[in-house]
């Protein structure tokens, strides 16, 4: 039976070790070796950074939603920990969060949990407690085990779809080309083209691409932000920078 699930991962590396988005793309290659579908892009949450709370340099989770036999649910786990166990840094607190958003009872508590994640320093015990009650899969591989607190709140905010940014960029438009929004809503990584404080955009219009674009999750969606690129190209559209998706 058909089961969709949302995994996170934290803390999984130090300044000399492959990154967590990277494990995160290898979780998410070995469940489409099985056959399953991982149909959207790993998704960047930034969370609160503040002395209280190590870190390697960014504080972010890496979430990723997966469509897999229900069946084989608890062994995706097992395996995941093992994974994380194996493959993360030396000295680093790696968590993992899995859990199935068709179970959840009370998603409102989940998504406050991931909301104060980003303004304020959490206690380990209250993200077990809060994943024990909600029937949700929180364990620490390593370390202090920490990353439970990011990995939980990284898997709320996914949830919610109103925060994060696409692991990546999108490889396939060119930097300095002008690509109609037809053509880039045929990417999977980007369901819709919009303003940033606007509404979306036409599938004739045309948009400048920047260096390393990327989408953002808004509304549950992947969304490509643009902004006015005039006076330079009249009519024409640009990606934001890096700079300006800061703030997603």
């Given amino acids: 039976m058909d089961t969709r699930i949302l995994l996170c991962i934290d803390d999984t590396d130090d300044l000399d070790s492959p990154g967590t988005g990277e494990l995160a793309e290898e979780i998410g290659a070995h469940i489409r070796t099985r056959g399953w579908d991982v149909p959207a892009p790993i998704t960047r949450h930034q969370l609160l950074i503040h002395p209280d709370i190590p870190y390697t340099s960014h504080n972010s989770s890496m979430c990723l939603a997966a469509t897999i036999d229900g069946r084989h649910y608890q062994a995706l786990i097992d395996w995941s920990g093992d994974f994380l166990a194996k493959r993360s840094a030396p ?9 199935r958003p068709d179970k959840l009872d009370q998603p409102a508590a989940l998504i406050s949990f991931g909301r104060r994640a980003k303004a304020e320093v959490l206690e380990q015990r209250a993200a077990h407690e809060l994943a024990a009650a909600l029937g949700i899969h929180l364990s620490e591989h390593g370390g202090t085990g920490q990353g ?3 990995a939980l709140a990284g898997a709320a905010l996914r949830l919610e779809g109103k925060d994060g940014r ?16 037809l053509a880039l809503l045929q990417h999977p990584a980007v369901d819709e083209v919009r303003q940033v404080d606007g509404p ?8 400048m691409i920047g260096e390393k674009p990327k989408s953002v999750m808004q509304d549950g969606r992947f969304v490509l932000l643009v902004q006015a690129d005039t006076p330079t190209h009249p009519g024409i559209w640009r990606t934001c920078t890096r700079q300006e998706l800061q703030a997603y």
């Fill in 91 to 99: 000295g680093s607190d790696p968590g993992l969060c899995v859990l």
């Fill in 148 to 150: 439970v607190i990011g």
């Fill in 166 to 181: 696409m692991r990546g960029t999108l490889r396939d438009f060119a930097a300095g080309t002008q690509v109609p929004v």
């Fill in 200 to 207: 979306a955009l036409s599938p004739d219009a045309l948009v």
